[in-house]
């Protein structure tokens, strides 16, 4: 590794430099390795930017420049992603009012299914080795962390009376004759709740020791929010439990997207039950809008957020798996806000993919693998109630287990 690297503005000190030099520049100064730099990281505000695309070899890349060491600005390319500099820009929304990936330049270029600021970082390692024989880099570890969505935390079981009567009338409307008598079974007689799988969970983490975090959802009953109330005892010595055994997190309503006394609230709602102050998010839905809802939890000294992925969309939505920090380009200022990004989940698998489990597992499985081969960081996002036996989910049970096995102590 390069020791003892100094920076410098003064033209006249660079070129009379005789060692190894590196210049980030709209020109070369003359001997040193050059990346020719794009306006775009000497602006403030947001800009409308003509990108042009090309090729590193077989990888693609955009901010394309020409007289450089390499052929694309890789400072600015990456600065667009990780920044979510298109978020910002005039763009269409979809049906829950958050950014519509199809707006996306990486889907709109066929760049989304892999992480390319990892692509590219290690071709320019390579290629910065291949001038700088004696330049060596430390290589970041794979980190495997499941995610789970606590959304609904009992199908039946600690809802209103009037949830429970008018679901049974559904039921009957419906002919879900053994979905009727489960509801009667678990709400009138005790029968456990088939969402109720966190003993489960447990289980599975202690056999396999890996890290694993739980998102709850802490909000009044809403057209989009369908959990248990937040006042049941039962519920709350449930999440105080997971609490003493695993990492938890704030599932963030529906309508807490751009509402920062709506956040505050259900921070301390969850801080009430675990005695212990929250420090992770997630937004519920993945409803996020940048900057509004990352100002808002980067206010409340919120440190980790996992909202960085699309819900329909398997891939990575800022083009890459590794954690960084939310730069807020309202104020040009860095935050201490760390956004993890999230690529998958088993909602999106079933539902917009509309695979079955093996194939499902398939998928999840080459996704991670996909990460892992650059040492990457992969959160893939489950429910709850993928361990219940209700029929459907039932057969969907070992592809949680199949992951964490398969990752586990990778």
Same mark, same amino acid.
Do not use: C
């Given at each position: 590794?390069l ?9 006249e ?21 050059? *990346? ?7 602006? /403030? %505000?947001?800009?409308?930017?003509e990108?042009? !695309? $090309?090729?590193? +070899? @077989? ?64 071709k320019?390692?390579k ?8 330049l ?8 495997f962390?499941?995610? *789970? ?7 039946? /079981? %600690? ?6 009567? !008018? $679901?049974?009338? +559904? @039921? ?27 003993d ?39 999440i105080?439990?997971?609490?003493d ?166």
């Open positions: 590794m020791k003892d690297v100094k920076f410098t503005t003064k033209v000190e660079f070129i009379a430099y005789n060692g190894p030099k590196f210049s980030y520049t709209t020109q070369a100064l003359g001997g040193e390795f050059h *990346i020719r730099a794009h306006p775009i990281l000497f602006q /403030q %505000g947001i800009k409308h930017h990108i042009d !695309f $090309g090729f590193w +070899d @077989d990888i693609p890349v955009f901010f394309k420049v020409m007289h450089s060491d390499i052929p694309f600005d890789i400072f600015a390319a990456a600065f667009y992603l990780l920044s979510r500099y298109e978020e910002y820009l005039p763009h269409q929304l979809d049906e829950h009012e958050r950014y519509n990936y199809k707006n996306s330049l990486l889907i709109q270029h066929n760049m989304f299914n892999k992480p390319v600021l990892e692509i590219w970082v290690e320019f390692k290629t910065l080795q291949e001038r700088f024989d004696d060596t880099f430390e290589n970041r570890k794979f980190h962390e499941p995610l *789970i969505n606590v959304s609904m935390a009992r199908l039946y /079981q %600690g809802k209103s009376f009037l949830r429970f009567l !008018f $679901g049974g009338i +559904d @039921d009957l409307l419906h002919f879900k004759l053994k979905n009727f008598v489960m509801r009667n079974r678990v709400y009138l007689f005790g029968k456990k709740d088939p969402y109720d799988t966190f489960d969970l447990l289980i599975i983490k202690k056999k396999y020791k890996h890290p694993l975090t739980f998102f709850h959802l802490l909000t009044t009953y809403s057209l989009f929010d369908h959990n248990v109330s937040m006042n049941k005892h039962d519920y709350q010595t449930q105080k439990l997971l609490a055994y695993t990492d938890t997190g704030l599932l963030t309503s529906y309508y807490a997207v751009d509402n920062e006394d709506v956040v505050e609230k259900e921070i301390k709602v969850l801080e009430n039950i675990i005695h212990k102050p929250v420090k992770k998010v997630r937004a519920h839905f993945n409803r996020i809008k940048i900057p509004a809802t990352y100002q808002i939890y980067n206010d409340l000294e919120l440190k980790k957020d996992y909202s960085m992925g699309y819900n329909h969309k398997i891939g990575f939505r800022a083009g890459t798996s590794v954690p960084f920090n939310f730069y807020d380009i309202e104020n040009e200022t860095e935050t201490h806000l760390l956004l993890h990004p999230t690529v998958i989940s088993d909602v999106m698998l079933k539902y917009q993919y509309r695979l079955k489990p093996d194939k499902a597992l398939k998928i999840l499985l080459e996704e991670g693998e996909i990460i892992k081969k650059y040492n990457g960081h992969f959160y893939p996002v489950f429910h709850n109630f993928i361990l219940s036996d209700l029929k459907e989910w039932q057969k969907w049970k070992p592809l949680y287990i199949e992951t964490i096995k398969h990752f586990h102590n990778a």
